[in-house]
């Protein structure tokens, strides 16, 4: 059982935007502003899509937002194209005695 | 180009030890907080491990006093010491570039070496 609790799928038609959620308590993703988001192909290593709860890094389509309210975070993919079906995991600082936990990931269909 | 290549995975029994190497180029693996990540077969991320840039490691409770994690600065190499490793430690694992002062996002992504656990 994963630390973050995340929904196991989303799905989307194009054009359409959808919100994957991430849960976790107050030693986590409520306590600090150290989430982060991944996306991964199949076969594919992870790629960041949002760090410290809503950055973008340089190269990532403003498509993909994050934010944060109390202890859930979530990522915010408008205008769904076919390439955002992939699986997408959160991510956080916790102080339990493993420093960095994940989601147990979100599989997101494009219809 | 920044960039991670993960070596030294393969098939090991249960009880065994190996070496992962994890080489950089393009930055300094000093310079960075450096995580190991794994991946089961058909399972999720999950977090191994974090050597900070201060030194200081950190372990997931499933592999602490089993799996020591290193570097060698002249060489540019993170390593990951996987000793008495498990069945359930089979999985793909990843070396990844985190915060320069604290962690932030793992921006930077080997592509993974794997490792089966089996007799």
């Known amino acids: 059982q994963s630390a973050l609790t995340q929904p196991a799928s989303v799905s989307g038609s194009p054009g359409q935007s959808i919100t994957i959620s991430c849960t976790g308590t107050?030693?986590?993703?409520?306590?600090?502003?150290?989430v982060s988001w991944y996306q991964q192909h199949s076969g594919k290593a992870p790629k960041l899509m949002v760090f410290?709860?809503?950055g973008r890094p340089s190269g990532v389509s403003n498509r993909f937002s994050g934010s944060k309210s109390g202890n859930t975070a979530s990522l915010t993919i408008s205008g769904l194209q076919a390439e955002d079906e992939a699986d997408y995991y959160c991510s956080s600082y916790t102080t339990s005695s493993t420093l960095v936990v994940f989601g147990g990931g979100t599989k997101l269909t494009v219809l | 180009e920044v960039q991670l290549v993960e070596t030294g995975g393969g098939l090991i029994q249960p009880g065994g030890s190996l070496r992962l190497s994890c080489a950089a180029s393009g930055f300094n693996v000093r310079s960075n907080y450096m995580n190991w990540v794994r991946q089961a077969p058909g399972k999720g991320l999950e977090w191994v491990s974090l050597l900070q840039t201060d030194g200081r490691t950190y372990y997931a409770d499933s592999v602490r006093g089993r799996f020591t994690v290193s570097r060698d600065n002249s060489e540019n190499t993170l390593y990951l010491q996987m000793n008495n490793v498990k069945a359930e430690d089979t999985a793909v694992y990843y070396c990844a570039r985190d915060g320069v002062v604290s962690l932030y996002g793992m921006d930077i992504w080997g592509q993974g070496t794997s490792i089966t656990v089996s007799s």
């Open positions: 107050n030693s986590d993703v409520g306590g600090y502003n150290y």
């Open positions: 410290a709860v809503s």
